[in-house]
Each structure stands twice: as C-alpha cells, then as structure tokens.
C-alpha cells in the first residue's frame, strides 16, 4: 500500500499537544485592526481547541499526528 500524504497546509495551520488534542490559531487578527478594540484584540491572541465538528476532517489531513514543540 502506499504511504499516505499529511495535508502541508493542514500541517503548518495546526499545532498537536501532548495528550493529543488539535490547536488552531482564532480567526479575525488579520486585518482591518483599526476599528476593533484592543481588549477584543487581546481575546482573539493564543491559540484554541479545534471543535469536536471539525475534528474529523482535520483528523485526514493529519494522518501521521505527533506532538509538535
């Protein structure tokens, strides 16, 4: 059978922690910063968990999932 390919998109948007679980950084931060608040730009900083819906189909694109430093 032939090796399956990690998604290299997939690979750099998201981050896998010890215990397994998928991080994503939060959407919004790109730009057009002017017009929002800086305490709404503080809460979209960081990363987040991955919601159970999406889990899935990331879980594809991520096949050969390690824990990444």
Do not use: F
């Not at 059978?1 to 950084?25: D, E, F, N, Q």
């Not at 931060?29 to 979209?44: D, E, I, Q, T, Y």
């Not at 889990?55 to 824990?67: A, G, Q, R, T, V």
Request: glycine letters at 6%; a positive charge.
């Amino acid at each position: 059978m032939p090796k399956m390919k990690t998604h290299r998109s997939a690979a750099k948007r998201y981050k896998v922690t010890a215990s397994g679980k998928i991080l994503r950084h939060q959407a919004g931060k790109g730009h057009l910063l002017a017009h929002k608040s800086p305490a709404r730009k503080n809460r979209l900083t960081g990363m987040v968990e991955v919601s159970n819906r999406n889990l899935d189909l990331i879980s594809k694109e991520l096949p050969y999932m390690k824990y990444s430093r």
